[in-house]
């Protein structure tokens, strides 16, 4: 009886489908392996699209266009995120200017609003996602708070005017839920996550 010969399957490998360094810190911070690589997507909401929706689907045409990017490597699988922010039906995404930095930090002064990361690992032939929510509150905010905190240049370039993990956690009065959400990637839902696909080649522990 012949012996069965072994087959050498393909080391299973994650991209990281951004140019964040948010969240490449966040990967490195739990220990994960990973390459990385910026996608070009088109970030505008469909007409009567809800905020869920639109930030699900971003998240997995990032990640499709990640794996596009690999072309198609047998054993990559592609990890796409993206996160906004919502208060009162309103989706916060990055401020055009002062004006509309000043209009956002008074509609979340001294208010909760809801921040939304949705996650998407894709593979060559299986896609698997997550969607986490994190309520902030803010402190009551004065122009001259708002004012200084929009010269120091951080608010320009993020989801909701500011970054919890930078000076926008001055802003902050508490929050409920995941704080690596806020920051842009939910670790405790992205564990599950990965550990699915990539289980003991993701983590050697």
């Known amino acids: ?9 393909p080391r299973n490998r994650l991209l990281l489908a951004s140019a964040s360094p948010r ?7 739990i220990g994960v392996p990973f390459s990385s690589a910026a996608t070009d997507v088109e970030e ?14 971003l998240a997995e045409e990032k990640a499709r266009a990640g794996l596009a990017i690999a072309g198609g490597e047998p054993g990559l699988w592609s990890l796409g995120a993206d996160t906004m922010g919502v208060a009162d039906g309103e989706i916060l995404e990055k401020p ?14 001294g208010n909760e609003h809801t921040v ?8 060559s032939s299986d896609i698997h996602s ?7 509150r803010f402190r009551a905010l004065d122009r001259r708070l708002i004012e200084s905190y929009w010269e120091t240049g951080e608010p320009a370039d ?19 839920g995941s704080y690596s959400n806020v920051v842009g990637l939910p670790l405790e839902a992205l564990v599950v996550l990965v550990s699915v696909p990539l289980l003991l080649v993701v983590w050697p522990l």
């Open 116 to 123: 939304m990361t949705a996650i998407c690992l894709c593979g």
């Open 96 to 109: 055009r200017d002062f004006t509309d930095f000043a209009r956002m930090m008074r509609l979340l002064s």
């Open 158 to 176: 993020k989801a909701g005017g500011y970054g919890i993990q930078g000076m926008g956690a001055l802003l902050v009065e508490s929050i409920s």
């Open 1 to 9: 009886m012949s012996e069965a010969k072994s087959v050498n399957k």
């Open 130 to 136: 997550r969607l986490v929510e994190t309520r902030v």
């Open 44 to 57: 505008v909401r469909g007409i009567g699209e809800s905020a869920i929706d639109y930030v699900k689907r």
């Open 23 to 29: 969240r490449a810190q966040l990967l490195m911070q």
